[in-house]
């Protein structure tokens, strides 16, 4: 005859929890949890967000960009009289200042909260991953706006290019801004440590420098194939043509176009990457 602890007679016979339901404790009831967040609310609050954090610890590197541009074509403006190099010149440098803040600045934001773990907190929160990856790119692209129009206008003058067409800067802006803040945001979560994404960062910048500016009939063949490649060559292609006294518009459109399918396939990327970097 075996003896069962007291204990362990109340432990069978006490039912166990349902788990499918949470009860509010008043009538039994179910209660019922909140709604899943959608994409598009919190897109909006991370770009207000982020567009509020980067107003205030982004402005002076916003200055050093424009300043960089439009030094550079104060340089060229010894080197070039006019015509397709003036053009190439003009829109190489005011996609460059997108390039710098869109690319290179998110590359070493995203490589630092990845090294200092600040992913943790976007992890904890109920958004989307597309919607930090898209939210952060979109404060970061629409952050450029006064010093590319700044720069586009001053290259405009400095070069007797027609000033009536910038109004073109109203697309190239974001659909640039999305092709290099997806790829500075990929390159920021993929790389293994944050050095390495500011040096990404960097690189990329550069290549944005001397691939854009410089006109594309001066470039060795071998270099053209990887101006090609880069993102920003269709933003700056588009913005150029609409120097000429004839712009070419449906090439302007298709430019505009594959920029814009570039930008979409870099940011699901950069949200791809972003998945695998938050689950570690």
Known sequence: MSIVPAEAVG????????????????????????????????????????????????????????????????????????????????????????????????????????????????ATLPVPPAAVVLGTAGAYASFTVP?????????????????????????????????????????????PRQEVATLLGQLGMSAALLLGVLPADRLPGPITYARDLLPSTYGVEALARTFDRHP?????ALDLAVCAGVGVVSLAVATWAYRRAAVR
């Open 11 to 122: 432990r069978q016979s006490r039912p166990a929890p349902d788990t499918r339901a949470v009860s509010d404790g008043a009538d039994g009831a179910p209660a019922v949890l909140a709604p899943r967040a959608r994409l598009l609310p919190s897109l909006a609050a991370v770009y207000r967000a982020q567009l509020s954090r980067a107003r205030v610890a982004r402005i002076p590197l916003l200055f050093v960009a424009t300043f960089q541009s439009v030094g550079i074509m104060i340089l060229m403006r010894g080197v070039v009289d006019g015509g397709a190099e003036a053009r190439a010149v003009v829109a190489g440098s005011s996609v460059l200042v997108v390039a710098f803040v869109a690319l290179n600045l998110l590359a070493q934001y995203f490589g630092q909260l990845r090294a200092t773990g600040g992913l943790d907190h976007y």
């Open 147 to 191: 010093g590319t129009a700044v720069t586009a206008v001053t290259g405009s003058l400095l070069f007797d290019l027609p000033l009536t067409r910038l109004w073109v800067l109203v697309a190239v802006i974001p659909l640039a801004g999305a092709a290099l803040a997806g790829l500075g945001a990929a390159l920021g979560l993929l790389a």
């Open 248 to 252: 070419d518009w449906p090439t302007v």
